[in-house]
């Protein structure tokens, strides 16, 4: 007898709409990216995804000190009205679906927006869009907090009462989990430190609006999140964000229309996987990536944006980034995906993975709220990323994990796509000054007395606990800066200095590091103390992970460490260098800002006689600026390819004693 199967209907009678199809991107001017969105608009791009440079991001204009080399690398500099007009020019933002990459300053930055929308003669009513406004991860994983935890998360409530009130079709919050995975997150970690900053805010929120109308609120919440190039525990993660997601919503807070308990995310693939060496093979990991997050229809995202595969070399170019674009068109026009449904329902495999992972979210979800939620947890969920970040790394170096021409098959020929201008794009240095002379002749054209009356209003809203959008829509209009209205938000309630989640104790993770706790031993009996190893990150730049693994593991072998977390100026760096007296200096910058960042600690190093400190340098640094970081008298360079982290501890040890530098 033939054995019956059951048929299983697979076919739609319409096929589905594609996600949104979007670049991250903006870099030097308005102007510039203005263009750059229009042509990649033309090219069939479906939504905006607007990159903001650190000044912006972390709420200082481009003439601030803080800002020194940072303007326009990582994004687009945005100081005022004028400079928001012409980004956005010749594009109508009532037709647009715009996500602003945007945290501490995202109520300033959607004020900026919708003042403009209003210039245009848009209805507000209509905008459609996303700020990401999460607060918590940047404490935890990114590092663009301006304000401490508590008035941050009152803030991303205002932005979403006014939202509701005002922009109904505004996603007023992207829970960001993107950076907690790029900062060594486990899936589990992943999925409930990103569902725990979810609870807080709609904690903070529910008193704000009639109970009739939360679930229409809770509804507007979205997330952004990361896949991986584990695909399959990927894909299951994001069936595991669904079915939780929908469970917190109904049960913790009572919401019955299914509509509203939808789980509604955009993603961008992991960049933090994109490798310097053999960067061709990044094509195939964004591509696969990709795939978690559209395979499934239960989880498909609302919209996907791609990095480019020359991103751990740098900026990309036009092309590279029209290369990202056609592989989503590519999967959504020509191949049959959207005509189907589930592909993955009562599938026993992914079944049995999802409900693993949900299981091991629920366990650190009750951990977590056994501390009092996320805004208590911060410092614990920090040293939980660092531990697994760690492990991550320890992986790598240790071939458990295999990358692909990093640690095995190493050999290769030389990359085509890398022509004669590096195969990136890089920011003009001449772009900062002009920047900044717009900026004056900003300020000298306004009307200094409206902007003086606006901030008062704005101090007096934030001071009394009203909600902060109203004023800082008005502030906007009357011509106030980025910085100035950040520093508004200072004044009333103080700055912030994250958790580095590196502790000075040792960890467990010393196997295999018996020869360099030896090595470090000896150079410090032979220098009469410990050797010290001080860890810098100056400018701007909140990417630590490197910095925070670098510090990790110095620690456990023997060093004594100097690690005071992101954002410092090159003052304090050699303040700390006097006070501490380290043997080697170590300074990690990510966002393309090395050049003059460097160069002022090199001076200024020379200027307080410690020229003698050996400087070591790592970050993303193409070849001729690693020859100028030289001459400046940097040591040692490192880059994403120097992954094997004992090479490193190895050079320090060498470079503070003669007897083994002697020897080699």
């Given at each position: 007898?033939?054995?019956?199967?059951?048929?299983?209907?697979?076919t739609?009678?319409?096929k589905?709409?594609?996600?949104?199809?979007?670049?991250?991107a903006?870099h030097s001017t308005?102007?510039?990216?203005?263009?750059l969105?229009r042509?990649?608009?033309?090219?069939?791009?479906t939504?905006?995804?607007v990159?903001f440079?650190?000044?912006?991001?972390?709420?200082?204009?481009?003439?601030?000190k803080l800002?020194?080399?940072?303007?326009?690398?990582?994004?687009?500099?945005?100081?005022?009205?004028?400079?928001m007009?012409?980004?956005?020019d010749?594009?109508?933002?009532?037709q647009?679906n715009t996500s602003?990459?945007?945290?501490?300053t995202?109520?300033?930055?959607l004020?900026?927006?919708?003042?403009?929308a209003?210039?245009q003669?848009?209805?507000?009513?209509k905008?459609?869009?996303?700020?990401?406004?999460?607060?918590?991860?940047?404490?935890?994983?990114?590092g663009?907090?301006v304000?401490?935890p508590?008035p941050s998360?009152k803030m991303?409530?205002?932005?979403?009462?006014?939202?509701?009130?005002?922009?109904?079709k505004w996603?007023?919050?992207?829970?960001c989990?993107?950076?907690?995975?790029?900062?060594g997150?486990?899936?589990?970690q992943?999925?409930s430190?990103?569902?725990a900053?979810a609870?807080?805010?709609?904690d903070?929120?529910?008193p704000?609006?009639?109970a009739?109308?939360?679930p229409?609120m809770?509804?507007?919440i979205?997330?952004?999140v990361n896949?991986g190039?584990?695909?399959v525990?990927?894909?299951?993660?994001?069936?595991?964000?669904?079915?939780?997601w929908?469970e917190?919503?109904?049960t913790?807070?009572?919401?019955?229309?299914p509509k509203?308990?939808?789980?509604?995310y955009g993603?961008q693939?992991n960049?933090l996987?994109?490798t310097?060496q053999?960067?061709e093979?990044n094509?195939?990991?964004?591509l696969?990536?990709?795939?978690?997050?559209?395979?499934s229809k239960?989880a498909?995202a609302r919209?996907?944006?791609?990095?480019?595969?020359?991103?751990?070399?740098?900026l990309?170019?036009?092309?590279?980034?029209?290369?990202?674009m056609?592989?989503q068109?590519i999967?959504?026009y020509?191949?049959d995906?959207l005509?189907?449904?589930?592909?993955?329902d009562g599938?026993?495999?992914?079944?049995?993975?999802v409900?693993?992972l949900?299981?091991?979210?629920?366990?650190?979800l009750?951990?977590?709220?056994s501390?009092?939620?996320?805004?208590?947890?911060?410092d614990?969920?920090?040293?939980?990323?660092?531990?697994s970040?760690?492990?991550?790394?320890?992986r790598i170096?240790?071939?458990e994990?295999?990358?692909?021409g990093?640690?095995?098959?190493?050999?290769g020929?030389?990359s085509?796509?890398?022509?004669e201008?590096?195969?990136?794009?890089?920011v003009?240095?001449?772009v900062e000054?002009a920047?900044?002379t717009r900026l004056?002749?900003w300020r000298?054209?306004r009307?200094?007395d409206a902007?003086?009356?606006?901030?008062?209003?704005?101090?007096?809203a934030a001071a009394?606990?009203a909600?902060?959008?109203p004023a800082?829509?008005?502030a906007a209009?009357?011509?106030?800066?980025?910085?100035?209205?950040?520093?508004?938000?200072?004044k009333v309630?103080g700055?912030?200095?994250g958790?580095?989640g590196?502790s000075q104790?040792v960890?467990?993770?010393?196997?295999?590091l018996d020869?360099l706790r030896?090595?470090v031993d000896?150079?410090s009996?032979r220098?009469?103390?410990?050797?010290?190893?001080?860890?810098?990150k100056?400018?701007?730049?909140?990417?630590?992970?490197g910095?925070?693994?670098?510090?990790f593991?110095a620690?456990?072998?023997?060093?004594?460490?100097?690690y005071e977390?992101?954002r410092?100026?090159?003052?304090?760096?050699i303040?700390?260098?006097?006070?501490?007296?380290?043997?080697v200096i170590g300074?990690?910058?990510l966002?393309g800002?090395?050049i003059?960042?460097?160069?002022?600690?090199?001076?200024?190093?020379?200027?307080?006689?410690?020229?003698?400190?050996?400087?070591?340098v790592?970050?993303?640094i193409p070849?001729?600026d690693a020859h100028?970081l030289q001459?400046m008298?940097?040591t040692?360079?490192?880059?994403?390819?120097d992954?094997?982290?004992n090479?490193?501890?190895?050079?320090?040890v060498t470079l503070?004693?003669p007897?083994?530098a002697a020897a080699e």
């Amino acid at each position: 007898m033939r054995p019956r199967f059951k048929r299983l209907p697979m076919t739609q009678t319409q096929k589905d709409r594609p996600w949104l199809i979007r670049t991250y991107a903006g870099h030097s001017t308005a102007k510039a990216s203005n263009a750059l969105y229009r042509g990649n608009l033309a090219k069939g791009q479906t939504g905006l995804s607007v990159a903001f440079d650190l000044p912006t991001q972390t709420g200082y204009d481009s003439d601030h000190k803080l800002a020194r080399g940072e303007v326009g690398k990582v994004g687009v500099p945005v100081c005022h009205l004028g400079d928001m007009r012409v980004l956005f020019d010749q594009i109508p933002l009532e037709q647009m679906n715009t996500s602003m990459t945007i945290n501490a300053t995202a109520p300033w930055l959607l004020a900026l927006y919708i003042a403009v929308a209003e210039e245009q003669g848009a209805d507000i009513s209509k905008l459609q869009g996303t700020v990401q406004n999460d607060l918590i991860k940047e404490y935890l994983s990114r590092g663009t907090y301006v304000c401490p935890p508590k008035p941050s998360l009152k803030m991303i409530a205002d932005v979403a009462e006014y939202c509701y009130n005002n922009v109904p079709k505004w996603n007023p919050m992207n829970v960001c989990s993107y950076h907690l995975q790029e900062a060594g997150a486990t899936p589990e970690q992943e999925l409930s430190f990103a569902l725990a900053t979810a609870i807080a805010v709609l904690d903070e929120l529910q008193p704000r609006v009639p109970a009739e109308d939360f679930p229409a609120m809770v509804g507007r919440i979205s997330f952004f999140v990361n896949a991986g190039i584990r695909f399959v525990t990927e894909m299951c993660k994001m069936r595991a964000f669904v079915d939780l997601w929908d469970e917190i919503c109904e049960t913790r807070y009572g919401v019955s229309d299914p509509k509203f308990r939808r789980f509604r995310y955009g993603v961008q693939v992991n960049s933090l996987g994109l490798t310097e060496q053999q960067p061709e093979n990044n094509v195939y990991r964004i591509l696969i990536e990709m795939l978690a997050v559209t395979l499934s229809k239960k989880a498909r995202a609302r919209a996907v944006q791609l990095p480019a595969w020359n991103e751990a070399l740098g900026l990309p170019r036009p092309w590279d980034q029209q290369w990202s674009m056609r592989m989503q068109q590519i999967l959504a026009y020509e191949t049959d995906l959207l005509e189907y449904g589930d592909l993955f329902d009562g599938n026993a495999v992914v079944d049995a993975k999802v409900e693993a992972l949900k299981e091991g979210a629920r366990a650190e979800l009750a951990n977590l709220e056994s501390m009092g939620g996320a805004i208590s947890a911060i410092d614990y969920m920090k040293s939980r990323l660092v531990d697994s970040n760690a492990e991550r790394l320890n992986r790598i170096e240790r071939n458990e994990t295999i990358v692909v021409g990093v640690n095995k098959w190493t050999e290769g020929e030389p990359s085509p796509l890398q022509t004669e201008d590096g195969g990136i794009m890089v920011v003009d240095p001449a772009v900062e000054q002009a920047q900044i002379t717009r900026l004056q002749d900003w300020r000298a054209e306004r009307d200094n007395d409206a902007v003086a009356r606006a901030l008062n209003a704005l101090r007096e809203a934030a001071a009394s606990g009203a909600n902060i959008m109203p004023a800082s829509i008005a502030a906007a209009k009357a011509g106030a800066t980025t910085g100035e209205w950040a520093e508004e938000m200072r004044k009333v309630h103080g700055t912030y200095r994250g958790p580095t989640g590196v502790s000075q104790a040792v960890s467990n993770k010393t196997e295999g590091l018996d020869d360099l706790r030896a090595a470090v031993d000896a150079a410090s009996d032979r220098l009469g103390r410990r050797l010290k190893f001080l860890v810098g990150k100056p400018g701007l730049d909140g990417h630590s992970n490197g910095a925070e693994q670098i510090a990790f593991r110095a620690r456990d072998c023997g060093m004594e460490i100097v690690y005071e977390g992101i954002r410092l100026t090159p003052e304090e760096i050699i303040t700390a260098a006097q006070n501490e007296t380290p043997h080697v200096i170590g300074l990690s910058i990510l966002s393309g800002s090395h050049i003059p960042l460097i160069e002022e600690v090199m001076e200024r190093l020379k200027q307080a006689g410690l020229g003698h400190i050996p400087v070591i340098v790592g970050g993303i640094i193409p070849e001729d600026d690693a020859h100028k970081l030289q001459t400046m008298g940097v040591t040692k360079i490192y880059t994403p390819k120097d992954f094997e982290l004992n090479v490193i501890m190895s050079d320090i040890v060498t470079l503070v004693d003669p007897k083994k530098a002697a020897a080699e």
